[in-house]
């Protein structure tokens, strides 16, 4: 039977890495059954405008598609720090998003949101898992979201890769807008998000988790992309996708490519020399 957790206000995800720094998980092949939730949550004008800054999306009637995120994000990190989660939180790698819209949300929507765990599988690098996130105004759920989540182990050559679609059509397209990513992209968007994780925050906290440098959040480079392609993308009945393919190092440049075409957009993010591809983001409606 599943265990429901209604919260009144967002966990203290400061606290929560602090608290991970001391666990490191289970070799559990379950997941626990458990589902967060937050109801009437009003969305605060400072913080959205600050979001929208960071990720320069412009500050309109409708909230940024993944806006939405921002709100589970929190409880996600609630599921994934609780007692009987099979996978340890730090070091855990975002490699995989998609999220439906459908319809546009407004700072008047009072948002109903639930999170739970699903799909604990192999992957080759170790083991994954689906964070499920949904969104309801009055009863009738208007956002999706999975974000996937890897933790490194075990190697599991024989596991099915989740591939992102064939780059072929952007051969033909080759330019498009540069963004210098700064040292400080990281904390930037963690004040906006309230994701600490130390693999985003700073060389010196994220060398221990295995990475040379800070990494720039996965969601950031995502919002980046959708804030570039804004004014080619449909408010309802959006479905987006990305593919986390490579961190971006902090600092580093970074170049957005995109063939357009009937009813889906295809994009690719990569260094500024075309040869290291970061992400992959497939936007249909």
């Known amino acids: 039977m599943t265990k429901e957790i209604a919260l009144e206000q967002a966990p203290d995800l400061r606290r929560i890495y602090a608290a991970a720094l001391r666990r490191r998980g289970s070799t559990s092949e379950t997941l626990p059954d458990v589902r967060y939730s937050r109801a009437g949550i009003r969305v605060d004008v400072d913080d959205l405008v600050a979001y929208a ?27 994934m720090s609780g007692d009987g989660f099979p996978l ?3 070091g855990a790698v975002h490699v995989e998003n998609r999220i439906e819209v459908v319809r546009p949300l407004t700072l008047d929507d009072p948002l109903d949101v639930s999170v739970w765990a699903a799909d604990l599988r192999p992957h080759r690098r170790g083991r994954q898992v689906d964070l ?32 992102p679609p064939s780059t072929a059509p952007l051969e033909r397209v080759t330019a498009g807008p540069l963004w210098r990513l700064g040292e400080g992209t990281g904390r930037a968007y963690a004040a906006v998000s309230g994701d600490w994780n130390p693999i985003h925050v700073h ?18 480079s995502y919002a980046r992309v959708l804030s570039s392609l804004g004014p080619r993308l449909p408010e309802v009945g959006l479905t987006s996708r990305v593919w986390f393919r490579k961190p971006v190092r902090l600092p580093s440049t970074v170049r ?3 063939a357009f075409e009937p009813a889906r957009t295809l994009s690719v993010l990569e260094n500024a020399n075309g040869d290291v591809e970061h992400a992959v983001v497939e936007n249909t409606w």
Do not use: K, N
């Not at 979201?145 to 596991?159: F, K, M, N, Q, V």
């Open 53 to 79: 800054h960071v990720c320069r999306f412009p500050v309109a009637g409708a909230l940024p598609p993944t806006y939405p995120h921002l709100v589970a994000f929190p409880l996600q990190m609630a599921v």
């Open 88 to 90: 340890p939180l730090l």
């Open 132 to 163: 499920v996130s949904e969104v309801s105004v009055h009863g009738d759920v208007v956002w999706r979201g999975t974000s996937t989540y890897l933790s490194r182990g075990t190697e599991h050559p024989e596991a099915p890769p989740s591939e």
């Open 203 to 220: 060389a010196l906290t994220a060398r221990p988790l295995g990475f040379p440098s800070a990494i720039a959040h996965g969601m950031y």
């Open 256 to 258: 957005l490519r995109t």
